[in-house]
């Protein structure tokens, strides 16, 4: 297990190949998937393959493809089975028309959805409880109920936006039936 620091662990070491496909250009995609798929069965078979992913934002028009491998096995110099696969691949995106950006990156990845978060100090809830009533503006001294008074003046305001709910929900079913 590879580790930045204590409890700063990894035991996954990913590849990451990206690049910016432009926006007009939808049908590029196709071809960079055409590229991964062409090498997919080569990917799976370097020592050490966990996974490949495929991201694509529509919003920022990128285009990824991270590859994971345990950690012992990773090795992306140029003469690995990595390296000549990498470099190939980047060679086919950079010759594609409307493809900018073509870069990589190396970095770990930690699954931490079974990480289990031991409480440090069960009193802490109490005081994170009183924290919350406080912001929610409840008086912790007195919880006798009885002598409670509405602000009239947020009662007033609850009403008007009730009464303009109302009045736009009436609007919008005179304007559905004139349609």
């Known amino acids: 297990m590879g580790a930045f620091t204590e409890g700063v662990e990894f035991t996954i070491l990913a590849r990451e190949i990206r690049c910016k496909w432009g926006s007009d250009h939808k049908d590029v995609l196709q071809k960079l998937q055409a590229i991964i798929t062409q090498n997919l069965s080569k990917i ?4 050490g393959f966990t ?3 495929r991201i694509i934002c529509g919003g ?3 285009f990824k493809i991270i590859m994971a491998f345990k950690e012992g096995s990773f090795d992306d110099s140029e003469t690995s089975a990595l390296g000549k696969l990498e470099k190939s ?5 950079k010759a594609l028309e409307h493809i900018d950006k073509v870069e990589t990156q190396t970095y770990t990845l930690t699954d931490m959805t079974n990480t289990v978060v031991e409480d440090e100090d069960e009193d ?3 005081e994170d409880d009183n924290n919350l009533a406080l912001l929610a503006g ?5 919880d006798d109920d009885d002598d409670y008074e509405p602000n009239e003046a947020k009662l007033a305001e609850d009403e008007r936006l009730d ?12 304007r559905a039936k004139t349609s």
């Open 60 to 62: 920022c028009y990128d």
């Open 124 to 126: 802490d809830d109490d």
């Open 89 to 93: 691949m980047l060679e086919s995106m």
């Open 51 to 53: 996974s490949i992913q």
């Open 44 to 47: 799976k078979a370097i020592p």
């Open 163 to 174: 009464a303009e709910l109302d009045e736009q929900e009436e609007q919008e079913k005179k």
């Open 138 to 142: 409840d008086d912790l001294e007195d």
